[in-house]
């Protein structure tokens, strides 16, 4: 099994930057990834990323101001984060899977099989 802690999530203002954190530990995984969830609405994908190869997607939506990034050395997930706009506020999560067949260029929650508590982000006008 995958163990996944985020840290990282606070409260900033339009246009501000945050970077968060993945803590990796247990068995590595196939693959991993972002995605978050807005109060009262479905949970999004955002970015994923293969550490075999170091193969990335990043989700149209945020494209050009949101990015993933993988510390090996540190067994740590990162996802930096650019000219946030209100509409970025949601509980951000980590996820690790480990399919050997899933659909590239799809973030679906459910090809995922652990998950991190989440870390609020909160982004003010």
């Known amino acids: 099994q995958v163990q996944l802690v985020e840290s990282g999530g606070d409260s900033v203002q339009d246009g501000g930057s945050l970077y968060l954190s993945c803590a990796v530990s247990g068995d590595t995984p196939r693959y991993m990834g972002w995605f978050r969830q807005a109060s009262g609405k479905q949970r999004e994908g955002i970015a994923d990323?293969?550490?075999?190869?170091?193969?990335?997607y990043v989700a149209d939506y945020v494209k050009g101001r949101f990015a993933i990034f993988l510390d090996k050395s540190q067994n740590t997930l990162f996802l930096q984060m650019n000219d946030l706009k209100p509409e970025d506020t949601a509980m951000y999560y980590c996820?690790?899977?480990?399919?050997?067949?899933?659909?590239?260029?799809?973030?679906?929650?459910?090809?995922?099989?652990?998950w991190g508590p989440g870390t609020q982000v909160n982004v003010s006008s």
């Open positions: 990323i293969y550490p075999r190869g170091d193969s990335r």
């Open positions: 996820a690790a899977g480990r399919r050997e067949s899933r659909p590239r260029f799809q973030l679906r929650p459910s090809d995922f099989d652990s």
